[in-house]
């Protein structure tokens, strides 16, 4: 009973990273990312969660300005981007556990909190504002993270070739062999909603619909049988795509134990080879996106050079913060990622007001390049309110609510007098 009482009081005593303690490259870096993963899900913002999700866009007829800015995406943002966040997640939770231990908190029920929370925000925010979510993901992932966080760096990188090797080489190899299942008919089914239906038809489609039920997947069986079969299969996509995310995020974890984004000026050389090596060989598989129709080739500019350009980019931001810390470019990405989730939420909610049918409309009207051109105007306008709102609140509205309910009492949030001068 004490020694309970005891560990209580120390998780009333966990409080959230102090703003002096913050590595705030690792905040611009989060913004950085957030503009990018913005970047890309425009795609899907206008032309379909289903058909981005399943490669079936249908994007033939368009402008040649579209295709090539279409192309560019496709080869420094798709796939490059989502990665950063998620190994910067990992670099995080880390970090968290580090500073647990250093100061002999406990540390699993909090984290277990936090993802249980991050969880809840995504169920809410897959089925009532975008279906495009990526919390939900990331708290499965999380969740499952905790089992690495004791693990010697070179374990942690071990682990992290070991489940690359495991989940994507059968995939890579079934791809091969020319069969998959039809999407198609759902993601048309599904744009149609998405143009035409009100918000909560919208709501009621993704509360009961399935990709896997409007394919003819297992049709020669009965209906209610089909029903569960459809819904095994859409949980079997979610916890694969969260033992994909782990493998980031336990290389997240690698280089918060390895220090590498600590001292960025002791690690200057090392950032250096990381920049040519990661950068040379993911862009390089990333080619394959563009230029082939081949599934093996495509999936490996895809599974493999996203996330390896994804790593060469953060050792690129990394070095280019060494040169220029004091810019106002990283100050302001700064004021972007400290805000992330925030961030992130009001991307879906304006974005699906714009395009779809209970909003603006647009679906599918603007193009690539207009609708690229809207998200870096969108990303311009976040900076600016997260800077006004963080001169005057410590954190963003979300993450206030967030760490709210991890360390379960009211963190302040305005700031005080001596803080806003």
Request: a positive charge; hydrophobic letters at 50%.
């Amino acid at each position: 009973m004490i020694q309970e009482k005891t560990q209580n009081e120390l998780v009333e005593k966990l409080t959230p990273i102090d703003s002096r303690d913050r590595l705030h490259h690792i905040d611009s870096l989060r913004g950085f990312a957030l503009l990018g993963i913005l970047i890309v899900n425009m795609l899907a913002f206008q032309y379909g969660t289903a058909g981005f999700q399943f490669g079936l866009l249908g994007l033939t007829d368009l402008a040649l300005y579209d295709k090539a800015t279409l192309s560019l995406i496709e080869w420094f943002f798709l796939g490059s981007f989502y990665p950063i966040f998620s190994i910067l997640f990992g670099f995080g939770a880390v970090m968290m556990w580090e500073r647990a231990q250093t100061k002999r908190h406990p540390f699993k029920r909090v984290f277990f909190r936090r993802m249980l929370l991050l969880l809840l925000f995504g169920l809410g925010h897959y089925y009532f504002i975008w279906d495009g979510d990526i919390l939900l993901t990331y708290a499965i992932a999380g969740i499952i993270f905790m089992l690495f966080m004791k693990r010697k760096p070179k374990t942690l990188l071990i682990w992290a070739i070991v489940i690359v090797v495991l989940m994507n080489g059968p995939g890579l190899l079934d791809r091969g062999s020319g069969e998959g299942t039809d999407f198609s008919p759902f993601a048309e089914y599904q744009n149609k909603i998405l143009t035409e239906g009100s918000y909560f038809d919208v709501v009621h489609h993704r509360l009961n619909d399935n990709p896997f039920s409007k394919n003819g997947f297992n049709e020669d069986i009965g209906s209610e049988e089909q029903e569960i079969n459809a819904s095994f299969m859409m949980f079997l996509v979610i916890i694969t795509g969260a033992i994909q995310m782990l493998t980031l995020l336990i290389i997240g974890g690698y280089i918060a134990k390895k220090r590498l984004l600590h001292d960025l000026a002791a690690n200057k050389q090392a950032l250096k080879r990381a920049t040519m090596f990661f950068l040379l060989i993911g862009l390089s598989l990333k080619v394959f996106i563009i230029f082939t129709d081949n599934a093996i080739l495509w999936a490996m500019g895809y599974v493999l050079g996203g996330p390896l350009t994804a790593i060469g980019y953060i050792a690129a931001f990394a070095l280019l913060f060494t040169k220029f810390s004091s810019s106002s470019l990283f100050r302001h990405l700064a004021y972007l990622g400290r805000m992330a989730l925030t961030n992130y939420l009001l991307q879906s909610v304006v974005m699906t007001t714009i395009f779809y049918g209970y909003g603006l409309g647009l679906f599918g009207k603007l193009g690539i390049l207009i609708g690229t051109l809207l998200a870096l105007a969108f990303i311009i306008i976040q900076i600016a309110f997260s800077r006004w709102w963080l001169k005057r609140f410590k954190f963003g509205p979300m993450e206030w609510v967030w760490r709210n309910g991890t360390y379960l009492r009211r963190q302040p949030l305005k700031k005080k007098a001596q803080q806003l001068s």
